[in-house]
């Protein structure tokens, strides 16, 4: 019987192609192996989709050629989520499968370490050179070697070279002798080389915590019901600590973890928790590893070496064979959905992960995202609630500060920025010894540059937004393209020098902080900042340690962190996220307020979170300062009914780029007529429109909007239309299902 497996080549070709399994190769080639094809006039590799007896193909099939060498095989239900993406996200298959496996692994360029080890060959014969030799000066190293050797049994190059300082030309003696024999070991890069771990055990529950891991162990023991839990508890109630006990029942049934975090800074202070509990057993995965880190993370999981993996986005892919738990913690952070093809939630893509290998997925989160609240709330997934503090902590006090009451801005001593109250705040706290936050989510000193003579705004030429000035390097920085250029002195238009810089970031915060607290040692957090995560680390230590007084940052410093002599946190303009033109951007703002309100009174002495705002009655501020997540879930859950938003129904965008504006437009226009034919009554269509922001890096952007119920049809026909028509020249498009922003 012929053998026939189906390949996804590397192209973006969105087809799978026969292949006859010869002889040689029968029970090798399995679902998920790389194999070399041939293919055109050449030979290509290729990932094996599946594996039957029948071909559609009218001609002979083609054999494969060989299977790839040193390439680990993708899990079989991994490739199987892989198709379901694929078909979903409205992307190519290669696409696809190209994002369950890190390059490093996918390139093959990467190999593993090898270390030579060196061991005597007959310890006998070693002890009698040694003795009959003792006495002879000229062989004093080779001896010490020896007698290293035969207390130690073996020995690597680096430890005798850096350790022992034995020298290269003794080594080679000694095996030229045929005393020591050399063997070439693999040698895993370690990226936990320079941590230190003190070890940790289960902390008794709290009678919340307790309730909570009854619920779901019995949903980790049951194979039946539901397999999805929504752990909603507030900042401080413990939510780490019921992670950890849930992977120690899932460890004591033999199967494995997967703990994803939303930022790639919060994953060394995750992984050190985790290892300490846990050990060796814990790997990680996320993008600031090397290239030689990330192959061997990926091949000690896939070998069964480790059983539980900590990672941003991309460690859902991990490649268990026996998964029994993936957790998602601060489920409702944006950073999970991935900005390119496939796009996809990592949070959306977990539960259908868990769902197809019958794996339980806890999200877990303070500030829940609608989608998942809802879900709770209709039953689709467990509702578990944590509402107190641990170690008897209570919620910060939430005070609102009316901006447009404070007149500040004419006393030298502050900044209009800093109101008398928080002015007044973070003095009291540095009176006291204790420590403050500062949160604003813009970095950059100022927004804009402006001539007060003509106009004059200084905008990218290649984005329709306006350039940050960024003071420490005197540059104008587009936040949206990354081009820099050198900050003007004089107007271009005019030659004026009466040039003005408008709006705040967190640099200029951190600017006037210096000025009027001008004996407090102050830091800052922020993309600009924190270049590495060593440097990431080394500010929160300093904190940690007392070794600073003021934190200044963006939503880096938002969530995750636990300081508890952190007694104060003022949000300097709470309304800075609140008027973007985005359905999602009240839920945003009062899921910020929230999570760094959430730092503040983790110690001993309660907290307090002064919000500074222009808007002081705004609904989702109001709802905010009062912890009332609920009473802002229904108030604006009602507008999202009626418009059909998430979740509600489902949000589908396709946009469509170009550097001519009058081809993009024509053909948005032309694609939306194509999706007509699959737009029912319960699809409400918004016709193709310029972006929010309608050029980046000088292409133009139009988007179509559709949102509603029951979308598999016409999310078919976008994926069809997408990737298989033929789109005009230079002109890219690409549909992003369940999207996140509007922008």
């Known amino acids: 019987m012929q053998h026939i497996a189906k390949i996804i080549i590397d192209l973006s070709l969105d087809k799978a192609f026969d292949y006859n399994i010869p002889a040689v190769l029968s029970g090798k080639v399995k679902i998920g192996s790389r194999v070399n094809v041939p293919f055109g006039r050449g030979k290509r590799q290729g990932y094996v989709l599946g594996i039957g007896t029948h071909t559609d193909f009218p001609r002979e099939l083609k ?40 390059r490093a692994v996918r390139s093959g360029k990467i190999k593993h370490k090898t270390m030579p080890f060196y061991a005597v060959a007959d310890p006998a014969e070693a002890e009698i050179f040694v003795a009959e030799n003792h006495e002879r000066k000229v062989l004093h190293s080779q001896l010490e070697m020896l007698k290293l050797l035969l207390n130690h049994q073996d020995m690597s190059r680096e430890q005798l070279l850096n350790e022992h300082n034995v020298s290269v030309s003794t080594i080679n003696t000694l095996k030229k002798k045929g005393l020591v024999i050399e063997e070439k070991r693999h040698i895993a890069r370690d990226p936990f080389h320079d941590v230190q771990i003190i070890a940790d055990k289960d902390q008794k529950p709290t009678p919340e915590q307790g309730v909570a891991l ?149 999200l877990g989160s303070a500030t829940p995202s609608f989608e998942s609240y809802h879900n709770a709330l209709s039953g689709k997934y467990e509702l578990i609630r944590l509402t107190r503090r641990v170690d008897k902590c209570v919620l910060p006090i939430m005070k609102v500060i009316d901006i447009r009451l404070d007149k500040s801005s004419g006393d030298d001593k502050k900044s209009s920025f800093f109101t008398k109250m928080l002015y007044e705040a973070v003095n009291d706290r540095l009176w006291r010894g204790e420590q403050s936050i500062l949160f604003l989510n813009r970095r950059g000193y100022a927004r804009q540059m402006m001539c007060d003579n003509c106009g004059y705004v200084a905008e990218c030429s290649e984005c329709s937004v306006a350039y940050t000035y960024h003071q420490h390097n005197e540059t104008l920085t587009c936040h949206m393209c990354g081009d820099s250029i050198k900050a003007h002195t004089r107007c271009p238009d005019c030659q004026s020098e009466e040039i003005k810089y408008s709006g705040i970031g967190t640099e200029k915060v951190e600017t006037v902080a210096k000025k009027i607290f001008k004996h407090a040692r102050i830091a800052r957090m922020d993309s600009d900042t924190m270049k590495t995560a ?88 109001q709802s905010a300062i009062k912890h009332d997540f609920n009473g802002f879930y229904e108030n604006d859950m009602e507008v999202r009914k009626m418009l059909m938003y998430p979740p509600a ?57 559709l949102r509603g119920e029951k979308t598999t049809q016409l999310r078919r026909y976008i994926r069809h239309y997408a990737l298989n028509a033929k789109h005009p020249k230079g002109v890219h498009v690409y549909a992003d299902v369940d999207a996140q922003s509007l922008m």
Not at 672 to 686: D, F, G, T, W
């Open 214 to 362: 009854e619920k779901l162990a019995e949903m980790i023991n049951q194979p039946e019901g539901r397999r999805t839990a929504l752990l909603f508890g507030i900042t401080g109630s413990g939510k780490t600590e019921v992670y950890l006990q849930c992977i120690s029942r899932v460890l004591d049934k033999g199967q494995d973890a997967i703990v994803l975090v939303p930022e790639i800074s919060l994953t060394p202070q995750t992984v050190r928790r985790f290892r300490a509990r846990f050990g060796d057993m814990v790997s990680v995965m996320h993008s600031r590893l090397t290239e030689g880190e990330r192959f061997d993370e990926w091949n000690k999981i896939s070998d069964g070496k480790v059983r539980i993996v900590v990672g941003a986005r991309s460690a859902l892919f991990a490649p268990f064979r026996n998964l029994g738990l993936i957790i998602v913690d601060e489920e409702h952070e944006n950073s999970y959905k991935q900005g390119e093809a496939p796009r996809y939630h990592a949070r959306d893509v977990a539960v259908m992960r868990g769902h197809m290998e019958n794996a339980v997925v806890i």
């Open 63 to 102: 054999d494969i050629l060989s299977m790839c060498e040193g390439h680990s095989r993708i899990p079989q239900k991994l490739v199987k989520l892989g198709e379901w993406m694929a078909d979903y996200y409205c992307c190519s298959r290669e696409q696809a499968i190209r994002t369950l496996l890190p």
């Open 534 to 621: 060593a440097a990431y680390e080394h500010v929160l230590n300093e904190f940690k340690r007392g070794n600073i007084d003021i934190l200044i940052g963006t939503q880096m410093i938002a969530k995750g962190l636990h300081f508890p002599n952190v007694t104060l946190v003022g949000i300097i303009n709470a309304d800075q996220s609140l008027h973007i033109p985005d359905f999602r951007a009240p839920e945003r703002t009062f899921q910020l307020i929230t999570q760094v309100a959430g730092r503040a009174g983790r110690g001993d002495v309660k907290g307090e979170v002064l919000i500074q705002t222009f808007t002081p009655f705004n609904e989702t501020i």
């Open 649 to 705: 129904g489902h949000l589908i965008t396709v946009h469509f780029q170009g550097e001519e504006l009058n081809e993009v437009s024509t053909y948005a226009t032309q694609f939306m007529e194509y999706l007509r034919p699959a737009c029912h009554e319960k699809i409400i269509i918004s016709e193709p429109a310029p972006a929010p922001v309608e050029r980046v890096k000088s292409k133009y952007r139009y988007i179509i909007i």
